[in-house]
Every structure is written in C-alpha cells, then in structure tokens.
Nanobody, 118 residues
Framework: QVQLVESGGGLVQAGGSLRLSCVVS????????MGWYRQAPGKQRELVAE?????????EDSVKGRFTISSFRDNAKRAVYLQMNSLKPEDTAVYYC??????????WGQGTPVTVSS
C-alpha cells in the first residue's frame, strides 16, 4: 500500500506563488510516476504535471512556464513538489497528489485547496 499526504495549499493573490508538497509512505519502491492533478468546482479532475522515474516531465498547457514539478527519492523517503508561480484566479482548485505503480495501481492524496484571488 501507498499513502500520500499533501501540504502547502492556501489563499494567495493573483501573481503570487505557492509550493505544494506530497510525502509518500508505504511501498515507495513500486511507484514509477508521480504527479499533481487539480479539480475546480464543477469541472473534471485534470492533470497538472507529472514526473516519471525515468523520462521527461510533462505539464498541462496552461501551466507551462509557471509551474515546476520536482521529486525527491532516497531509500527511506519519496516526495513530489509543485512550485506554482504567477498564479491566476483560474488556477483555483483542489490539488491532488497522485502516484502510479509499475503494475498500474493508482493512489491519491486527500487534496489541498488552492484559492487565487483577483
């Protein structure tokens, strides 16, 4: 099993920055992709950014150049971060940490709300 715990959401003015963190515990060595999704009110959950263990990161078009995903991994800990700069009101959503295992299992964090005021 894998558990994900997010932190770092909050309220920020347009143009500001936030950094989201997600710490992974459990069977961390089974994870091969980590990412961030978001869900705005009345909308479907969408991919924001993801980083595979091997390969290139990818971003949703509207966040390219503003958001940066990064990850950390050692024998005891795995984490993924999302640095969000130049935030816009349309970035307002609940942000979810996501992990996918090599055999296709998907895990979600509890979500952390981000509100960008205009």
């Amino acid at each position: 099993q894998v558990q994900l715990v997010e932190s770092g959401g909050g309220l920020v003015q347009a143009g500001g920055s936030l950094r989201l963190s997600c710490v992974v515990s459990g069977s961390i060595f089974t994870i091969n992709i980590m990412g961030w999704y978001r869900q705005a009110p009345g909308k479907q959950r969408e991919l924001v950014a993801e980083v595979p263990s091997y390969g290139h990161t990818r971003y949703e078009d509207s966040v390219k150049g503003r958001f940066t995903i990064s990850s950390f991994r050692d024998n005891a800990k795995r984490a993924v971060y999302l640095q969000m700069n130049s935030l816009k009101p349309e970035d307002t959503a609940v942000y979810y940490c996501n992990a996918k295992s090599e055999r296709g299992d998907t895990y979600w964090g509890q979500g952390t709300p981000v509100t960008v005021s205009s």
